[in-house]
């Protein structure tokens, strides 16, 4: 690299020195050349020989001063290049004869010019005189002049001609030198020009390597993924997995979609699924802190609400946080689990609390509001054998249906009632004084006992209850509470059936023995 | 205003000397310059240098070949213009020969193309007969660089005194 920089500059230094030595020595050729020395020096001798004859000629009469001025002029002109010339700096001795003779032609010439006038024959004969002494030794003596403006010439051209070679051999060997550095070049670029064949060749074999290595993974790649979109979409569970930001959707079950109200996978809003706002609101929660949620019953669906259990774990995907929802349709194992809770609560006939679950609400009844008053019923079918004996369990058992069904709707909505035994009733009756309690009890009473209990095939039966009515007091437990219950129930009996008696709460101080 | 009339006089001062109003030439006026010769080597006309100063003129730039003095301004007659004073068709060359026995042939091309003058001015100057004078073929170089040629510097013809028609 640093060697081809340093032979394009060689190169370029080389044909800009080439450029500058033309270019210098094209100005010297800008003007035609003089080499016309020899004849000029001819030309003055010529015109000396013609000035000798115009003065002999004006001497004999013949001539004009102003023809002698006009001579005079000629040879004045012909020495004045001779003069000028740098000529004589060629000679390689010096002619100081052809010098002098220049000089002292000058100076005659210039003096009888001086003194000439174009009119006066007295000064041109006397001028003309001078002339015809001094001009033939002058014309013998130009002769010299001659020949070393000869020789000078000569010495000058081939001076010339040295110097013009010279300059062709600077030329040639700068040429040379650049031919030397384009061949160089040419081999240096051709050589680059293989090496990058052969590196574009094997970029080109690495490329199509590379091309079916990547062809083969993005199959595998595809396959797992169409595989993995196999596995979630046959799962009887859906899933959703979404950035933790729920800008992205990286997958979502198309019955989640379809029951977010989402059309496409794209515009799925988590937040839709959820038939409770508070639901969703703590899931989130529990994910934003990084905990996995475990087993998370919740309703979704808010168009056809259904039971759902769902399990979210918060994961990585890219490096960005995100969120792996599993959801289960539990809506069959909830009414199975509800159908069973109310077997486990119910009375199979009558559908009122069984005694298990009735005592259980009482409990928690009493729990609930420790200062609260609370009054129990506890509640016996006169002579319920009879009607099981005259008529059959199966009338029996219409008639307790019948009879929970008028008590459920005559009393308030959330009073606790239930069938504790074959004929006896319960009723829990919380934030309620005694005698309150027995004014409900005895108009209860009253109503099944004026009301005859229509049955089927015209039968109708007549039947009365017995009520035991207690109030809760301070220190009471669940078994005293019924105990003593059960003591104002068998009171009732004992006084003839078909009345209610309370049983006064005993004296604080009693109530120990009571227990 | 004032740098204006001193460029106006700048300028004038270098126009009135190359006019020469207020000059005489350094040689007799009725002295005969120029001798034009027909084909035949007859003489056509004999010129002063009133005569030719009474034709139009007009000035070119050039130097005098083999001296190495500088350009210089040169006012003098076209050839051309010369020709048809006389009422001379335009012959198909001619020979300028000089006072010292120098002559060379000017095509009457170069008259069409470069249109060369007879100076007798040079620099505003009339030509002494010792500086080359008084007349000179002259070339218009400042225009025509092209002329820098030995061609035409041979035809450049100084101390000029006869125009031979071919």
Redesign the interface.
Known sequence: MWLLILLASTMIVVALSGLYLISERSDQFDTPGRHTEVWQSYSLQLQLRELLETAQALEHGEASPAQLKIRLGTVRTALDPLLRTRVFDYLVEPRPDAMRTLARLDRRTADWMQRLDWRDPVKAAEIASRMRKTLPDEIRASHELIVACNVAVAIQLDRERQSLKQTFHWLGGFLALIATGCLVLALRILSAQRRSRRLASELHRLNSSLERRVQSRTRLLHERETLLQTILDSTPSEVTLISADQRRVFYVSHTLLMQSGAGRQEAFDLSRLFVDADDYQRLLARLDRGDTVQQLETRLYPAAPYWALLTARPLRIHGQPAWLIWSFDITRRKTMEQKLHRLATTDSLTGLYNRRALLRAAIQALREDRRAPLSLLLLDIDHFKRINDAHGHPIGDDVLKTLARRMSSWLRAGTLIGRIGGEEFAIVLPHTQAAEALAIAERLRQAVASAPVALSGQLTLSITLSIGITQRQDGDSLRTLVQRADHALYRAKAEGRNRSHLTEAPRQPAAAADI | MSRYRLILCAWLGLWFPALGWAQSPP??AD?SLLTLFDTHDRVIDTLTLADLEALPGHQVRGPI?????PESTWYGVSIRALLEHEHLLRPHSMVAAA????SETIPDADLTRYDPIIAYRRDGDFI??????PLIVMYPYGEHPEL???TY?NRTV??LSELHLK
Do not use: A
């Not at chain 2, 006072?99 to 120098?102: F, G, T, V």
């Open positions: 040689y007799p002295l070949p083999d001296n190495d003095y006072l010292n026995d120098y002494p007969f010792g500086e080359y004078g820098h040629t030995r510097y100084w101390q």
